[in-house]
């Protein structure tokens, strides 16, 4: 079943300089996507897009089959619960004046009469973050630190615990590892992907690393220049019919 459905997507930051330009695809339900393609031909755009943080030119997106492309803000509340971005840098992401527990309970206090609390139960503030550290392997402590107090890779973390505490359907993924040592990157694709299976959560995730992302995604998407070039399952990654420019790819990667 297609938990998002985009249609002739475009944007254009300046009259004459589209950003995305005419792409449409679909993510089903639990599944992973990849997105990959060379720096600045759209992709992080497409996915502030699809969120409707950026405002679209024209096209459509659906979600759970319903329009939201034009949805004024006090209707889009509920898809702001059900589609969240965890982003390339944990640093930026994180409030440095607030303690993890103060960052981890912002979105529950915000959304909690859309929550369903099948997956995390809430008796107490305490008790509601120290399972969503647990969820993403961290120390029950770090609920007391502050961002600067964490690694790179603990801090992503619990942008990522942020982000499944709110019961999202849609996590898009955007270059979530980039910022992370070769150790971290491993092991924080490897939480994701265990995520997925128990929360039962689709993502977009967004790369420059085919490797990873052939790993990770059932389904690959490759823009080049603004515009999709290629889509299809991983497992036909290196069929000769690939888009060239996919083939370009995989010869460096
Ligand atoms: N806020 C903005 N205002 C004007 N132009 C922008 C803005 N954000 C992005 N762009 C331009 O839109 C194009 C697409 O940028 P985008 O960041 O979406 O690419 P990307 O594929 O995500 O790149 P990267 O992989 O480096 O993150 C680029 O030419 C970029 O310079």
């Known amino acids: 079943m297609s938990l998002l459905t985009i249609k002739e997507l475009t944007k254009f930051y300046q009259a004459d300089k589209v950003a995305v330009d005419h792409v449409s695809f679909h993510l089903n339900k639990g599944e992973c996507l990849g997105l990959v393609g060379e720096s600045g031909c759209g992709k992080s755009t497409l996915a502030r897009c699809l969120l409707r943080i950026e405002p679209i030119d024209s096209g459509s997106i659906f979600f759970e089959n319903e329009a939201i492309e034009n949805l004024h803000a006090r209707n889009l509340f509920p898809y702001r619960k059900k589609m969240q971005i965890v982003f390339q840098n944990p640093t930026a992401a994180l409030n440095p004046k607030l303690k993890v527990k103060d960052s981890l309970i912002d979105p529950f206090i915000q959304f909690k009469k859309e929550l369903s609390l099948s997956h995390f139960s809430y008796t107490s503030t305490d008790a509601f973050v120290k399972q969503l550290l647990e969820a993403v392997e961290l120390p029950a402590d770090l609920a007391h ?67 990873a992302v052939s790993q990770m995604c059932q389904r690959i998407l490759v823009m080049k220049e603004c515009r999709l070039v290629d889509q299809f399952n991983t497992d036909r990654l290196f069929d000769n019919e690939r888009h060239s420019y996919t083939k370009e790819l995989i010869s460096i990667f």
Do not use: C, M
Not at 174 to 184: G, H, R
């Open 145 to 211: 630190k502050y961002p600067h107090e964490l690694s790179g890779g603990q801090r992503q973390r619990v942008t990522i615990a942020r982000a499944i505490s709110i019961e999202p359907e849609l996590i898009v993924l955007d270059e979530p590892t980039a910022s992370l040592d070769v150790i971290s990157q491993k092991a924080v694709l490897t939480l994701l992907t265990e995520l997925r299976e128990t929360l039962n959560l689709s993502y977009l995730f967004i790369s420059h690393d085919l490797a």
